[in-house]
């Protein structure tokens, strides 16, 4: 394979295509010897040098419109992603394979990436399928906003009448009935001939949220597009090309949506803003949230950000005026947020999972006929299995990790490359026969609960049992027509669920989230617990919350119990500000990685100093190994660039550009712009 192109090519167009080449175009030219097919990304200067013809015209219909273009070349550039590659990432799948390489476009001048050829999926399915086939309607009785969500739906009408761009920030308690001004204020965008794009963490696993769109949208003659990795290529591409044709008003979708090539955009919202799930977490690195924020700079559109529990770059931003905050304090119909306890385990050791607190408390609602959630973050049986002779424990082949023990599954399975084995019978090392489970994992936590209350009916919502098509969809079904009393989870029962029933929500473990050597551990700790705890009382009885920790002192975990967002934000900026972290400091994250230990630590080191040398505004933290220092199979050093403002980082990454040419054979370099995870 080639190394991909990380320049715009050129060509000139011939007159005989001059009338159907246009921005957005996937056409045919020639690299090198070859033939391959590129994107038409705009129109440049004629030059000196001479350029080759485009060939042909593959699709007749543009796939984006020049604004788009922009858009995408500006992100890939933000990014430091290669353009072609970056086009490709915002382009249905199905169009270009993975053996593409971006080239350049044309003169007359046009310009474009360019990929390999591939057989022209798209000319052959023209059938239309409906996206939302397996997804719900809604029904939804029409609802008189409240003085507050009427105040945020008139300020954010207002921008949308000016029609330039503005951000808000939509900060509401759970339950304060946002999704309620985000349909009306999509029903004024559409009103003014304008359209909307809403952005949700993981569509999957909102489909609750879809059937509300659909369920208030229905009678209009309003057309929605759903764009999410559930969908098969085809689907996908088919709801893109309804996009780009100006024939879909509303696109919801996950982060990739925020690419759709809408042409009149007025309002794009960024549903529970702080999910870490809008960042990409590998190749084009993008932020969906911040990268709607751009496009609505680029398009004059107007932006919501909306969540209970902001991310602090979102509320710092709203504190500098660069955001206007909007305010949604209470719930909705006067039901009040639930009540949050700590569960002291230093006073409640050797009680297994469940402390008795949390036991009474499930064995209450569930003989008040009321459903209970239970977060534990951590799917499996157990986190590892440890030989209770000799001490050994059974790690992955490939990474830094001990292989998780499901006995569902009856296997050992590494959740970073999915290496898999059947549990073994004796220790590998001592050849003993006491191997045991060790630590606490979903099903072990079900075990628990069934042996403790035979009759509950429980469920488990992790990614092993939502791995099925349409599990998910069944699950909620299930929650809403109550024949489920338990429902144990990782954090996926955290976002964005409305089970009125719930009364009770248990967190079991915080200890491990809260330990975790990043900055954001507390953020993190304090956006999920609030959002877990929100599952409770949202319906007509009050919701009580027992949070199970050693940590009864940390300052976050008594923010969540008080439902205070702004203390927790308050300090918690104030500390990222004395160290110049994020939101007062920008951050990127080099990660070194081969097959060859020596030799990846020898060019982090070498990287490092050069780095050093180059700029003394930037801060170069480390090389240090990678918190998993081997990850399929790989080394990983990490070096973290650190500094208060944004040009001279970038300037260290143009930097990069040059000195990644130096990294000795076999050693890869990734870039992570704004990193989120920095395992
Ligand atoms: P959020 O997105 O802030 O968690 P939702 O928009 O899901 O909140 O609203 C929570 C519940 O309150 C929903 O069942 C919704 O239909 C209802 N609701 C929203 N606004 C109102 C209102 N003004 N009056 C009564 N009920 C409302
Ligand atoms: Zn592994």
Known sequence: MIAPLDKILHYTVPDTLASAVQVGSRVRVPLGRRQVVGYVMGWGQPGDSLLKDVQAVIAPEPLFDACQAGFYLRAARYYDYPPGEA???????????????????????????????????????????????????????????NPAQQSAVERIERSL???????????????????????????????????????VPEIALTPQLVGRFRGRFRDQEIKLAVLHSGLSEGERYDAWRQVARGDVDVVIGARSAVFAPLSKLGLIIVDEEHDSSYKQSEGFRYNGRDLAQLRGHLAQAVVVLGSATPSLTTYQRALTGALVKLDLPERTAARPLPTVELVDLTQH???TLLSDPLRDALGEALAAGEQALLLLNRRGYAPFLLCHECGATLHCP?????????????SLRCHYCDYHQAPPDHCQRCSGSSLAPEGM?????????????????????????????????????????????????????AKGHDFPAVTLVGVLNTDTALNLPDFRSAERVFALLSQVAGRAGRGERPGRVLIQTYATDNDALHCVTRHDYQNFAERELSQRQALAYPPYGYL??????????????????????????????????????C????????????????????????????????????????VQLTVDVDPVDMF
């Open 349 to 351: 050791q050797g009680e």
């Open 161 to 199: 009448q000016e029609e330039h761009y503005q951000a808000f920030l939509l900060h509401g308690v759970t339950g304060s009935g946002k999704t309620e001004v985000y349909l009306n204020a999509i029903a004024k965008t559409l009103a003014r001939q304008r359209q909307a794009l809403v952005l």
């Open 627 to 666: 918190l998993l220092a081997r990850l399929r199979n790989k080394h990983r050093r990490q070096i973290l660039l650190k500094a208060r403002q944004r040009d001279p980082l970038r300037r260290q990454v143009v930097r990069l550009q040059r000195l990644r040419a130096l990294l000795p054979a076999g």
């Open 398 to 410: 490939n990474c830094d990790i001990t292989l998780t023990y499901s006995r569902v599954q009856r």
């Open 441 to 493: 994992g979903t099903e072990r936590l079900e075990e628990e609960i069934l042996t403790d209350f035979p009759k509950a009916r429980v469920a488990r919502m992790d990614r092993d049992t939502m791995r099925r098509k349409g599990a998910h969809h069944q699950l909620v079904a299930a929650m809403a027509a109550g024949t489920i009393d338990v429902l144990i989870g990782t954090q996926m029962i």
């Open 588 to 625: 990127v994250n080099l990660v070194l990685s081969g097959n060859d230990q020596g030799r990846v630590a020898d060019a982090a080191e070498q990287l490092a100093a050069a780095l050093l040398r180059d700029d003394r505004e930037v801060e170069v933290l480390g090389p240090a190994p």
């Open 87 to 145: 086009v490709r990432t915002a382009l249905p799948a199905g169009l270009s394979g993975p053996e593409s390489k971006p080239a350049v476009l044309l003169d007359k001048i046009y310009r474009a990436t360019a990929r390999d050829d591939q057989p022209p999926a798209v000319e052959t399915i023209e059938r239309y399928r409906d996206p939302f086939a397996a997804m719900p309607i809604q029904e939804h009785p029409p609802v008189v906003l």
